[in-house]
């Protein structure tokens, strides 16, 4: 057989000139010139390098350019791939080149040791790629890629074939042109094989829903292709399914198609193809690559997922076509048979495992009518008729890359044109379902209106929310075909949105129906005028504006306004406030206010929106519709079921007072309300009916800009900003959005509600009273409780989340009630305020006491909140006149807050930010424990499950904890050391017994590189396997014991579902000691002492109780004799954790492993006594649990790697160079005096934080004492100390303050160990009966309770006591495990005592602690 390579000179493939090269000794191939690339063999052809190559090692397998086995082949093929992709791909090439670069680091060849079709390929690529030539001839291409490309270049049949090429010229202007045109947009990347009016591709949406925007990028990426090229589109409706057709859809996807402006060259149908398809079906059948099934579906599913070939694959041709017949006939039995391709039911690629390629339908088509009863599935249908249709490169998303080698099977068994398969990644939105069945649901389900519900991300869904077809072509076009998966949030899309509609869409006004005031304008008259409806942009025309004496604007606004302030109304201009009336309860009824618009400044003041009352022109009723997404998870994961997260509120409407003007508005309008937002007009007003006497609303959708926080509407003094605005301008600082900046929509209760509304203010009035008084926490605690109570009733009643009202809520309108009555007139006030303000300069200046000082600084502040209350402003400064007045005709007034007033209110004021927890401990103690572990920085996530990286802080309390043991074990004798982490199959089952409980959770090494191991290596679950051999060598005599042995390592068990750092991971570092005796006597005192070695880490340096105990039969460590244990508890999650074990092992592992020793009595050989014994890193997790508190970490002092941080404080722009170094100086000074008085003390000297920031990040971090020190306190030689478990402040000299710290200090240590032990006592409880036994364990406690020691019997009772009740998040219900039995019995057990398992038969041995467990 002769075959003929036609290489195109445009671009040659000079991958495939190679391969003919290599193989035309075996295969008798020629090479000619033309202007496309091709092949022909038979009845096959190929037309890209890649496949060329392909076919052509195929036919010479003894030249192994192909690979000499499957992994290589797998590699090669990915090797072609990214020749013709990313290495061709001129926005690509950079960081391919780079990955190559890495790559070729090591190796000479990309795949084994020889040269292979991946380096034909990728040579060829780079030899034909303008932008290497110019990196190569420019000396700045990478040195290994430059190596490589040199190497294989000098090889003899890279030169024949170099000679053979013809010249490559640059692309110059053309090639900058395009570049250009793709940096306005995203990352389009070029089609391999692509040329000028050559391209076919086609958009094949199935009619069976709307089109949504997922599938808007399809058709507008297939369309940039077309227009690119010049080529042709071709709209193909997927029409293969008649159960799914319908023509009303084809109808609605046809418009929108046209809508989004799209002009396919070609509209056609899969059905128009369904004689030919059939054909096909045949042919495979006649060749044996095909056979007709009739086995049940499911068995049919479960034999491909088991790879089981079916009863009929053997079947022969005659029986088959006999089957297929009956298929065609609609017949009982064919209805039951579909026809599968015979490909490879063994193959990785479940794709491939004798896929369906026709089913039999007795359903009449929406086109062919009855004609046929059978119909090709989808995947079998498009590689036939995109070749049919000469379709040159087939886009599809890469969801589909599973079926791409089924795609080419179908091509190359019909011997059909092979199209190429280009990729790129499906558009994926946060908080929505994107899939046809699932929106159907919604649908179905009257969640929605329709199809085209506003909520919904159909085409027509967006575009009814306000999204334009040029704000969607934008966002389409910006993502490019780039093969990326990534999860995008809908601020983009609407981000893309705003750049079009802003430009253009006119501005009108509407008010909050209910919550208006009236100004009264003197001096205005009621006139109309006509001002622009955009103020940038005269093309949009003019609108009608009604000016007159009665204005209304929203009442939020009102509330903000003062006597004398100056604002500006838009589209008239400045005007001054001359009175604000309020009522009984401090609400503003009405404003006066004088015109003031020769006053043209309106740079600092607040701009209002408002409506003019007039007979001339009535407000138009309007009603503002906000929407919620469907969805409340942002990103759903694969086993989530989408209708848990459904969102039932999505709709929320917000009645208006509208413009005059919006009753000029049509359906489809898109216009700004001013201060609120974009709207688009899905209803237009309507006049009152002459039936109803009724005007129908103009509803108005809210269209979203593209930002997290929606626009002020009303309320917001804009010549002020908000704090996250001003925190936001400062260079340097990242600010995210905190929860106390988004103040929610105002929302009216009555009732019941409004009385729980004041009692919940009441009560957090009452908690702030009692934090300013220092109360005791208990005391502080028990109000919280009730206050959480409170807020849960809220939430049942209302479906909402509790959240206190800002700005203008109801605190301010009591606040206001409370200062009118009675209330100083405000120059009374202003008299008081000057007063006072020089008695505290003269307090300062006259070297006044702290207390004195702190106690007129705070009846100062005490007369301004009364003064801002009573008039709505800040006052600056107090008795300060004269001078300062001067100052203020010159420049604007800066406030400069005195040096001692701001370094008290540093330390008190804390500002809440995302720095901080957001979720409560004893609300969601799953997110709690993540945020404090992370926001602690102990934490970092990592991408392997239930594998955490350990910060520097985590560590840190690990190496306190690894000392402590360390040196108490050295005082024992043991030694360190250190064993391998692997261990040998063989040597892992020694000891059957014990690897029995392990088995599950052994992680196994199976490949070295791309070679299989001779026999799997486990990584250590734990390491007597691994040393106990090694024991067997050095123990021989009684001489050798003890040998005590301990290493500090890390082990890994894989197998569990619910990993938690530090509590249950799948790798986690821990001490294990491994000790042998001659006696039984001398193993066992090492196991009691070693336990009390552990109890003393957790209570005398975590401040943790612990019981001590033993473990029951069935909780022992495997193939040991018994386990004695050290058990904690968590109040917060009502769960026992298991501290600490030290096992007697027994003779059991010297048994197995022959550890043996000559006995120096009887001159024989006896087995050692043995004792394991080990701590985790769980401790750290522990202490985060036991001590941790809603501010973050809580550490004991003598764990803390940081006992005292040590804060500069009153550091003011006021403050001289001097001063702020003389104050740096005595902090270093000071930390290094307590550094070497044994204080582990740090300085925290950042001057881009400020001291409230400060001290919200160490109290995160638990740090148990903060200092304070500020000039102040430098004068009276003294500081300030902050305990982190209490919050309690003392003043300390300096004189005696080492001395101080350290009782300090032991003082926080007793106390936790205090608090911790008796929250543990009063959940330590004895049962004696099962009902008292499992109420007692609902309620969190853990139980001592009478118990016989059977296993049979301990796991009736952990079965029987498991309740519904959520112990932890995504976990099973857990019931009670027996924890250990205490060497502290609460009781002896009686003869009448019975077994706490009401079916237990036998007798009680001892009370066994029971209880949850981690």
Not at 621 to 631: E, G, R, W
Not at 643 to 655: A, G, I, Q, S
């Amino acid at each position: 057989m002769s075959l003929t390579v036609v290489a195109g000179t445009s671009c040659p493939p000079i991958g495939a000139l190679l391969t003919a090269e290599y193989v035309k000794n075996a295969v008798q191939v020629k090479v000619e010139w033309g202007q496309n690339t091709s092949l022909k063999a038979n009845s096959a052809s190929f037309s890209n390098g890649s496949s060329i190559c392909r076919y052509l090692a195929r036919l010479a397998p003894q030249s192994k350019l192909y690979g000499s086995s499957l992994l290589e082949r797998t590699e090669i093929d990915h090797w072609l791939d990214f020749s013709a992709g990313r290495l061709s791909c001129l926005s690509e090439f950079d960081s391919a080149l780079d990955y190559l670069n890495h790559v070729l680091g090591p190796i000479n060849f990309l795949v084994g040791h020889d040269v292979t079709l991946a380096d034909l390929a990728v040579w060829g690529a780079l030899r034909v790629n303008p932008q290497w030539g110019r990196l190569l001839h420019g000396g700045k291409a990478p040195v290994n890629v430059v190596r490589y490309y040199n190497f294989l270049a000098a090889q003899d049949v890279f030169i024949v074939v170099e000679k053979t090429l013809p010249e490559i010229k640059l692309s110059g202007a053309k090639q900058e042109t395009t570049s250009a045109k793709k940096g306005e947009s995203g990352k389009f990347v070029d089609l391999p094989g692509a040329s000028m009016g050559n391209v076919v591709v086609r958009f094949p949406p199935e009619a069976s829903g709307y089109l949504h925007i997922g599938h808007a990028k399809a058709a507008l990426l297939n369309q940039y292709y077309q227009q690119t090229f010049d080529g042709k589109l071709i709209m193909r409706f997927d029409d293969t399914n008649p159960a799914k057709e319908d023509a009303h859809f084809e109808e609605v996807i046809l418009v929108d198609v046209a809508m989004l402006g799209i002009e396919p060259d070609v509209f056609s149908f899969t059905s128009d193809f369904f004689d030919k398809i059939l054909e096909c079906c045949e042919k495979l059948i006649r060749d044996g690559k095909a056979y007709v099934d009739d086995t049940d579906p499911e068995l049919m599913k479960q034999e491909r997922e088991q790879r089981i070939e079916s009863k009929h694959r053997k079947n022969s041709a005659k029986k088959n076509l006999e089957m297929w017949d009956e298929m065609k006939k609609g017949s009982e039995s064919g209805q039951k048979g579909c026809v599968r391709a015979k490909i490879d039911m063994a193959s990785d690629n479940g794709c491939m495992r004798d896929p369906t390629i026709y089913r039999c339908k007795a359903e009449e088509h929406i086109k062919t009518g009855k004609k046929f009863k059978v119909y090709p599935t989808y995947d079998f249908a498009c590689p036939i008729v995109d070749s049919l249709e000469d379709v040159t490169h087939a886009l599809r998303t890469t969801e589909y890359h599973d079926r791409d080698d089924q795609y080419y099977w179908f091509i190359e068994a019909l011997g059909l044109r092979k199209p190429y398969i280009w990729e790129y990644s499906r558009l994926n939105l946060q908080n929505t379902v994107l899939s046809k069945r699932r929106l159907t649901w919604f649908v179905q389900e009257g969640l929605v209106d329709g199809w085209d519900d506003p909520r919904f991300p159909t085409v027509r869904g967006v575009m009814r929310r306000g999204m334009t077809v040029e704000g969607l072509k934008q966002f389409i076009v910006s993502q490019g075909s780039s093969k990326a998966v990534v999860m995008m949030e809908w601020d983009k899309i609407w981000a893309y949105n705003k750049k079009v509609i802003d430009p253009v869409v006119p501005r009108y006004t509407a008010l909050s129906k209910g919550s208006t005031v009236r100004v009264v304008v003197k001096g205005a008259e009621e006139e109309m005028r006509e001002v622009p409806k955009h103020p940038k942009n005269a093309d949009v025309g003019n609108k009608q504006v009604w000016y007159g004496s009665n204005v209304l604007i929203d009442g939020a606004d009102a509330e903000t306004l003062s006597v004398g302030e100056t604002v500006t109304f838009i589209n008239w201009g400045n005007l001054n406030v001359t009175a604000v009336k309020r009522n009984s309860s401090g609400k503003v009824e009405s404003i006066e206010a004088e015109l003031n618009l020769e006053n043209k400044d309106f740079k600092k003041t607040q701009k209002l929106t408002w409506l003019t009352e007039t007979d001339q022109a009535p407000f138009v009723p309007a009603l503002c519709v906000h929407f919620d997404h469907i969805i409340t998870k942002a990103v759903l994961g694969k086993d989530d079921n989408f209708k848990d997260y459904v969102n039932k509120n999505t709709r929320t409407e917000l009645p208006m007072l509208g413009d005059p003007m919006l009753a000029t508005l049509k359906k489809g309008d898109i216009v700004q309300l001013q201060r609120r937002g974009y709207y688009i007009c899905d209803y237009p007003y309507e006049p009152p009916s002459r039936y109803t006497s009724r005007a129908s609303p103009c509803i108005l959708f809210n269209i979203p800009d593209g930002h997290q926080k929606e626009m002020p509407t009303s309320g917001s003094k804009h010549k002020e900003g908000s704090a996250k605005e001003k925190m936001q301008s400062k260079k340097g600082k990242a600010s995210e959005k905190s929860p106390q900046d988004e103040s929610t929509p105002s929302k009216t209760f009555t009732g019941d509600v409004a009385g729980l509304i004041a009692k919940i203010e009441e009560q957090g009035g009452k908690i702030r009273q009692l934090k300013g008084k220092k109360a005791t926490k208990d005391q502080i605690d028990a109000e919280v409780k009730i206050l959480l109570a409170m807020k849960a009733q809220f939430k049942n009643e209302t479906g909402q989340d509790w959240k206190p009202p800002t700005g203008g809520a109801s605190n301010k309108e009591n606040s206001q009630k409370a200062c009118t009555e009675n209330a100083p007139s405000p120059s009374e006030l202003k008299t008081k305020i000057d007063a006072q303000g020089e008695n505290v300069r003269q307090l300062k200046s006259g070297g006044g006491g702290k207390e004195e000082i702190d106690k007129a600084v705070k009846v100062l502040l005490d007369l301004k909140v009364q003064y801002k209350t009573l008039t709505g402003e800040d006052l600056s400064g107090a008795g300060k006149k004269g001078k300062k007045e001067k100052k203020e005709k010159t420049k604007p007034e800066q406030k400069k807050p005195q040096q001692h007033e701001k370094e008290d209110i540093g330390r008190e004021v804390k500002k809440v930010t995302r720095l901080g927890l957001e979720a409560k401990k004893e609300e969601n103690l799953s997110d709690w424990y993540t945020q404090v572990i992370t926001k602690s920085e102990m934490i970092e996530y990592y991408d392997v499950s239930g594998c955490y990286i350990l910060r520097p802080w985590a560590f840190g309390i690990w190496e306190m904890i690894k000392e402590y043991f360390d040196s108490g074990i050295k005082k024992m004798g043991v030694e360190n050391c250190y064993f391998p982490m692997f261990v040998s199959q063989s040597a892992l089952e020694r000891e059957k017994t014990h690897i029995a409980d392990f088995a599950p959770e052994v992680a196994w090494v199976t490949k070295s590189g791309q070679s299989e191991l001779a026999e799997p290596i486990a990584i250590r679950p734990t390491s007597e396997t691994v040393m106990y051999p090694s024991y067997a060598k050095w123990i021989k005599s009684h001489r050798d014991l003890p040998l005590k042995l301990n290493q500090w390592c890390n082990v890994v068990r894989w197998e569990f579902k619910h990993p938690q750092p530090f509590l249950r991971t799948r790798e986690f570092l821990w001490q294990e000691g491994h000790s042998a005796f001659a006696t039984r006597k001398e193993a066992e005192e090492e196991v009691y002492q070693i336990l009390e070695l552990y109890a003393s880490v957790y209570e005398d340096l975590m401040a943790v109780p612990v019981v001590r105990g033993r473990k029951t039969e069935k909780e022992k460590f495997a193939g040991g004799d018994f386990t004695t244990t050290v058990e904690a508890y968590v109040e917060a999650s009502g769960r026992a954790i298991q501290g600490a074990t030290a096992h007697y092992l027994g003779q059991n592992f010297a048994k197995m492993f022959e550890i043996v020793y000559e006995n120096p009595d009887t001159q024989e050989k006896e087995y050692v006594h043995q004792n394991s014994w080990g701590i985790t890193t769980r401790t750290v997790g522990v202490i985060c649990m036991v001590h941790g508190d809603n501010t973050g970490l809580v550490l004991p002092p003598r764990l803390a790697t940081v006992q005292v941080i040590l804060v500069p404080c009153g550091i003011t722009a006021g403050l001289s160079d001097l001063d702020r170094k003389a104050l740096m100086d005595k902090c270093e000074e000071l930390c290094k005096q307590f550094q070497a008085a044994g204080i582990r003390a740090r300085g925290d000297y950042r001057d881009n934080y400020s001291p409230g920031w400060k001290f919200n990040h160490w109290e995160l971090k638990g740090v148990p004492v903060r200092v304070e020190l500020g000039p102040r306190d430098m004068k009276e030689g003294q500081f300030v100390t902050v305990r982190r478990d209490t919050g309690d402040k003392l003043t300390v000299k300096m004189a005696d303050g080492i001395s101080k710290l350290k009782d300090l200090l032991e003082t926080i240590q007793a106390d936790l160990y205090s608090r911790a032990l008796k929250v543990r006592d009063e959940h330590l409880v004895v049962s004696n009966t099962w009902e008292d036994f499992c109420s007692q364990l609902d309620k969190k406690m853990i139980i001592q309770a009478p118990f016989c020691g059977e296993i049979s019997c301990e796991e009736n009772i952990k079965k029987d006591s498991a309740r519904d009740v959520v112990v932890e998040e995504g976990a099973p219900a857990m019931g009670a495990k027996g924890l250990c039995i205490p060497f502290k019995q609460p009781a002896e057990i009686k003869p009448d005592t019975s077994c706490i398992h009401p079916t237990c038969q036998n007798k009680p041995k001892f009370y066994t602690l029971f209880g949850r467990s981690y």
